[in-house]
Every structure is written in structure tokens, then in C-alpha cells.
């Protein structure tokens, strides 16, 4: 159809040189054009991420600046705004990147670098935090924490789909982050709106794969500094600052085999040690790095979901398979009544390999200082690993297998580096 407008529009401006144009043919063309340019429009509008906007120091120096103004005024609080607005022990440095509203910036907290992250970019775009008049009146402030307290775990179980156990706050409000009782509501308040700062304070006494919340002023929280991997790393991550990697093939060889373990403990570790599987909806290396000793850290889980909430989000209306792909999580739909499966079909691990490791475990290998059978055996297991419909229609036991084939051969490969080292 397409082509053929395009004919229509090709002749008409042939018929123009000769005029000979008919007002059809014209009509025709513009209606061509109108069209493409408001696909273009509603493209935008349902992918705002399509249109980035532009991150810049003098922006995120004025979106601090407007943070501590507010922290002047009382209307909100944080165990970092002190150094960040008076003492100036927190340093902004550099802008990182702003999507669809978050806002990530680096900074320096007394000489320790680390990043501020918010889901907004002021502090009034979250949703005001409404609590009953009269319960501090009533009871004091254990009644007013009561209330609070139902009122946080309905964010939780909305967020994540978790249950709050217990009758604290727990991590989620550490020591209260000083100021008056009205700022500290509204800044809990801002920070539980944002669902990777609900995941990472849950996580951060539970998982060495997670980074734990550093602090917070207002709706901005701070988290570790590690460089985020990147497709333009040969190994996808920088391994200036791991330990004791020698120069050279062998020595890049022996940083990806322990990477790629440490890979499988976290997927070992989101699968089983927790109430939920945890799943992870956007791999990608940006999406990790590691620490010197090359463990593996996620430093991006906006698009990471415990199983309650992930069923939720698979469960929808649907005409096809393709409708029930959430980003790196698939699910199938049942067109007997067009409804996406609730259960996701692939998993952490395939994504992994399909994301991660093919680059790693792939045909240029021969520069290894490993036997050819070991990498041939190892990029097998990871195609194998990488196919997310085998994977689906494989019963549970195989993925199990294919994970501990994956292990073995990682084992294997780093003892025959370790020998060839002596």
C-alpha cells in the first residue's frame, strides 16, 4: 500500500512539470504525508523514550539547587541534605542521563563517589502523603506510625507485590533521616513512590547483587558508585579496577569465567533465596557492573519484579504471542479466551545468556588459552541456555541441567587457566 502512494505522489509530481496535476492526485499526497507525521506523533507520545531529553550540569545543578531550597524551607528532610545544602561534604560532579523523568546524577560524598538517583526531577511531582487529622491527636506518635505504617506496606504490596512483614519500618525510614515530623512524612513519602528505592532498601541486608540505599535528601536518594558495563567494553565491563587481573588474553579469559559464575550466583540467588523469584525485565550491561572482586551488582531495577507483581503485569488481554512480551520477560497467550499467561515462560538465565553470555562465549574464543573442546562445549550450553522457546517447552529439570552444565564448564575453564598459569 505504501508503495503504491508512493507511485500515486511520484506521478503527481510528474503531472505537475507537465500540468497536468489533478486535485486527487494532490489530495493523495497530503494525506500520505499527514499520516506519516502523525504515526510519528502517536510513536512518540506512547514511547516518550523515543525522545530523550538532554542531560546537562547546569539543569541537574538547578534541580539540586531547588532541592536544598526546599530542604531550607522545611519542606523536606534527609541524612544527606546537611552536606549536601550547608556543609558541602556531597559534591555534585557530572550528569548522567535523564529518562522519561528519572534523574541520575554523580556526585562525591566525603571523597566517596556515589550516585543520586530520583524517579522526578521536583520533589511536587509525587503524590502528596494524606494521613487522618486526628491520628496523632488520638494516639500520639505510635498511632500516627501505626497509620503510616498500613499506609507503606499498601505501597510495598503495590510496588513490588510484597508484603511487609512485621510491625516497623524496618530499613525503609532509618533513624527517622532527622528534620521536623512533616518533612520526614513527605520525604518517605516521595522515596516509597519509587519503586527501585522500595527494592533496594529491602534488599540491601539480603543480597550482595543489589547496592544498598547510602542515604537520601528529599525524593533523591544515594546509592554506591560502580561503573555500569557497556557493548563497548571487549569483556562488556571494566576490569581496571578488579584484582589481580593480569594484561592479555588469558588474563581477560579468567575475569569473564568468574563474571559469568558470579552471574549464575545471582540467578541462583534471585530464583531461591528469597519468599518470591525476583525477575529481571531489561538485562543489559549497562544494567550491571562489578565490584573488584567480580561480583556481579544490579544498579538499575526499575524493571525488576517480585513473582506476585510480575504475574500481574503478564496477565492481559492479548491476540498473539508478541502481545505478552514484557521487555525481557515473555509469557504466551491463550487465545481461547486472549489472555496472556500469567506465568512468565522464560527466565533470568536465558536472558543472561542470550544477553550477556553469547558475547562472551561465542565463536572468536580461540584466543583462550583453554583447550578448543571447552570452548566449543561452552558455546554450545550457551546456545542451548540462549533459546527461550526450548527453554519453554523443556521441562523444569532441563533448565536446571543446562544451568549446572553452564557451572561445571566455568569451573573447568578457570582451572585450566589456573594451570596454565604455573
Not at 534541580?63 to 530542604?71: F, H, K, R, T, V
Not at 562472551?360 to 566449543?376: K, N, T, V, Y
Request: net charge positive; glycine share 10%.
Amino acid at each position: 500500500m505504501a508503495r503504491r502512494r508512493r507511485g500515486r505522489c511520484g506521478r503527481c509530481g510528474r503531472c505537475g512539470r507537465r500540468g497536468r496535476c489533478g486535485r486527487g492526485a494532490l489530495l493523495a499526497c497530503a494525506a500520505w504525508t499527514a499520516g506519516w507525521v502523525l504515526a510519528a506523533a502517536l510513536l512518540l507520545r506512547a514511547h516518550p523514550g523515543v525522545r530523550s531529553e538532554r542531560c546537562t550540569d547546569e539543569k541537574s545543578r538547578r534541580i539540586l539547587a531547588a532541592l536544598c531550597q526546599e530542604y531550607q524551607g522545611g519542606v523536606l528532610v534527609g541524612d544527606l541534605c546537611e552536606d549536601l545544602c550547608v556543609a558541602g561534604q556531597l559534591r555534585y560532579q557530572r550528569c548522567l542521563y535523564y529518562e522519561r523523568g528519572k534523574k541520575v546524577l554523580q556526585a562525591t560524598w566525603r571523597g566517596r563517589p556515589i550516585i543520586l538517583k530520583s524517579k522526578e526531577e521536583a520533589f511536587s511531582s509525587f503524590q502528596p502523603l494524606s494521613l487522618p487529622e486526628d491520628a496523632a491527636e488520638e494516639g500520639g506518635p505510635d498511632a500516627l506510625e501505626a497509620e503510616l505504617h498500613l499506609l507503606v506496606a499498601g505501597e510495598v504490596r503495590n510496588a513490588l507485590g510484597l508484603e511487609l512483614s512485621g510491625g516497623s519500618l524496618g530499613p525503609l525510614w532509618p533513624g527517622r533521616r532527622g528534620g521536623g515530623r512533616r518533612g520526614q512524612l513527605a520525604s518517605l513519602w516521595a522515596l516509597l513512590q519509587q519503586e527501585e528505592f522500595v527494592l533496594f532498601s529491602l534488599l540491601q541486608d539480603l543480597s550482595r547483587h543489589a547496592l544498598p540505599v547510602l542515604g537520601s535528601c528529599g525524593h533523591f536518594y544515594a546509592v554506591e558508585y560502580l561503573a555500569a558495563g557497556s557493548p563497548r567494553h571487549r569483556a562488556l565491563f571494566p576490569l581496571e579496577g578488579a584484582a589481580g587481573v593480569p594484561r592479555g588474553g588469558r588474563g581477560q579469559a579468567r575475569a569473564v569465567s568468574d563474571m559469568a559464575l558470579s552471574f549464575l550466583d545471582m540467578v541462583s540467588h534471585f530464583e531461591d533465596d528469597f519468599a518470591h523469584r525476583l525477575h529481571l525485565c531489561d538485562v543489559k550491561p549497562e544494567n550491571f557492573a562489578i565490584r573488584s572482586d567480580f561480583t556481579v551488582v544490579a544498579i538499575d531495577v526499575d524493571m525488576a519484579f517480585f513473582e506476585p507483581k510480575m504475574r500481574e503485569i503478564l496477565e492481559q488481554n492479548c491476540t498473539g504471542d508478541e502481545d505478552c512480551n514484557f521487555f525481557d520477560c515473555f509469557s504466551k497467550c491463550d487465545l481461547r479466551v486472549n489472555k496472556c499467561g500469567a506465568e512468565r515462560v522464560n527466565s533470568n538465565l536465558q536472558v543472561i545468556c542470550d544477553k550477556i553470555f553469547r558475547h562472551w562465549f561465542s565463536s572468536s574464543l580461540g584466543s583462550w588459552a583453554i583447550p578448543f573442546p571447552l570452548q566449543r562445549q561452552l558455546r554450545d550450553a550457551v546456545q542451548e541456555c540462549a533459546d527461550p522457546w526450548s527453554m519453554a517447552r523443556s521441562p523444569p529439570r532441563a533448565a536446571s541441567d543446562v544451568f549446572w552444565k553452564l557451572r561445571s564448564l566455568l569451573r573447568a575453564t578457570q582451572r585450566e587457566l589456573q594451570e596454565a598459569e604455573k
